[in-house]
């Protein structure tokens, strides 16, 4: 998502945290390796071709591969006790945990489980794994949040696919409409909409699409942009092509540097 465009719109004014010294933000852990193999499980789902055993993922919007992830993360929403799933206009899936407060707005964490034609594996679905991976560590350490939580899978980010970009947030911005975006079209030329192809897997449903039909009280996302050189070995994708990240050592954000093919 863009972030800037994003925040402007809502009218959210970003604010940076990093003091995670309190004994119980200390004590916080995820299953890295449950996450790992997520990402890497649900890398099956690509056209074939793309992705080979040094990386690589083709899952693009609105495709059997893209339905494919989509079953795959609204079955995994539901095992874990989503008190809310649903599908807005645009495909994007909004899965809502309880919090310990009902009246406050949740806070949504995700990114995008669609791809880029020649991205890698964590180009998105990092973000939307790393936020179940979440999820399931409060829920396995009986961590009750004060704010209910909210999973989303967000619709053609990078238009890969189709074009404009954003596809789904934009709307949820106030800065574009569902049929604006269902009548994006298909980069190939084979003329395309999102809105057709998120049809044919089954993927328009009725949920909220709008900030004000479904207000957030903040968005976490981890989100790399890359290319599937970040999965091979350093000293192989050194350069000034390779995608690469970095944890900044006094914030919880993450530095990227993406390729130009990549919106965000
Ligand atoms: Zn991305």
């Not at 209910?148 to 911005?173: D, K, Q």
């Not at 897997?201 to 949920?207: K, L, S, T």
Request: hydrophobic letters at 35%; a positive charge.
């Amino acid at each position: 998502m863009q972030r800037q465009h994003f925040a402007r719109a809502l009218g959210i004014t970003r604010r940076h945290y990093s003091d995670v010294n309190s004994t119980q933000a200390q004590k916080l852990k995820i299953n890295s390796s449950r996450l790992w193999n997520d990402i890497h499980h649900t890398a099956q789902w690509s056209a074939p071709g793309a992705t080979t055993d040094a990386g690589g993922l083709c899952r693009l919007s609105g495709t059997t591969y893209d339905k494919r992830a989509r079953d795959w993360f609204a079955d995994q929403v539901r095992t874990l006790g989503a008190s809310s799933y649903k599908v807005n206009a645009t495909g994007s899936q909004i899965a809502t945990f309880d919090g310990q407060k009902a009246n406050v707005p949740p806070v949504a964490m995700g990114s995008h489980l669609d791809s880029v034609a020649t991205g890698g594996r964590f180009d998105g679905p990092l973000g939307v794994l790393g936020a179940l991976e979440v999820m399931r560590s409060f829920k396995e350490q009986g961590i009750k949040t004060h704010a209910p939580i909210a999973l989303i899978n967000w619709t053609n980010e990078e238009g890969a696919r189709f074009m404009p970009p954003l596809g789904s947030s934009s709307v949820y911005a106030g800065q574009s409409s569902i049929e604006a975006a269902h009548a994006s079209t298909a980069n190939d030329g084979s003329g395309d909409t999102l809105g057709a192809a998120l049809q044919a897997i089954g993927y328009v449903g009725d949920g909220p699409n709008t900030f004000q039909e479904f207000p957030i009280a903040g968005h976490f996302e981890i989100h790399v942009e890359q290319q599937t050189s970040l999965e091979r070995p350093v000293n192989q994708s050194a350069g000034s092509k390779a995608g690469r990240a970095s944890r900044s050592s006094k914030s919880s954000s993450m530095e990227k540097m993406g390729m130009p093919t990549l919106t965000r």
